[in-house]
């Protein structure tokens, strides 16, 4: 059972264009959600981050939207760039001192065409 | 900026081999997490330690053994393994909690191949 749902499987934008992912949650107990960007036989790597007291985050040209009441939070990616090319991984924990695990969405594959 | 390492970056073994799999985290990081990434699917949680114990297990197989020694490094031991075991592994590390630090370093993975 995926705690974590995401949406679209893949997507493709063309250069310049806003490509849009986004992802539903079960558990209400999760209160950390990031968005990770892989590129192929590499690690995940953080992109950005937000906690549920807010309903909206920037960070150059990417933007977290969090909706708690539909428990639905999404990633803008604004002027999409063919380096944006990768898989994107939307992920979901809660805030333990002993840390918590993420759980992940099951990714949406990215193509920017040129 | 130091990132987590991990080693053997490849590994190739026979069914019913043994593996060991090595994370060294970002320095002064307390906490460690072990994911397992088949072809085309997200990162799935196997274990995770903070400061050298045993904090949270997930869908690890009772072949596989993990632990965190005292320099905070980590292994994850896999005994007779399967081809199903076939799969990238990721170990990943987060700062002392404090600040609100939650992000999880991941390292660049290791690559299992089970012939």
């Known amino acids: 059972q995926q705690q974590v749902k995401q949406s679209p499987q893949s997507l493709i934008v063309q250069k310049g264009g806003i490509s849009i992912i986004n992802c539903a949650y079960e558990n209400t107990a999760f209160d950390y959600f990031p968005w990770y960007q892989q590129f192929p036989g590499k690690g995940p790597a953080l992109l950005i981050a937000i906690r549920p007291d807010v309903s909206e985050k920037k960070e150059g040209r990417f933007t977290i939207s969090f909706n708690k009441s539909a428990k639905q939070f999404s990633l803008h990616i604004m002027d999409s760039q063919p380096g944006d090319s990768a898989t994107y991984f939307c992920a979901a924990s809660k805030r333990e001192t002993s840390g918590s695990r993420l759980t992940f969405g099951e990714g949406t594959q990215l193509t920017v065409n040129p | 900026a130091a990132g987590v390492i991990q080693s053997p970056r490849h590994l190739i073994k026979e069914k019913r081999e043994t593996a060991t799999l090595k994370c060294y985290p970002i320095?002064?990081?307390?906490?460690v997490y072990w994911y397992q990434q088949g072809p085309g699917q997200d990162p799935q949680f196997l274990i995770s330690f903070y400061e050298k114990m045993q904090s949270d297990k997930g869908s690890i197989p009772d072949r596989f053994s993990a632990q965190q020694f005292s320099d905070y490094h980590s292994e994850l031991n896999m005994s007779s393994l399967e081809l199903g075991d076939s799969a990238l592994y990721f170990c990943a590390s987060r700062a002392p909690w404090g600040g609100g630090t939650d992000t999880q370093y991941f390292g660049p993975g290791t690559r299992l191949t089970v012939l």
């Open positions: 320095p002064r990081h307390d906490t």
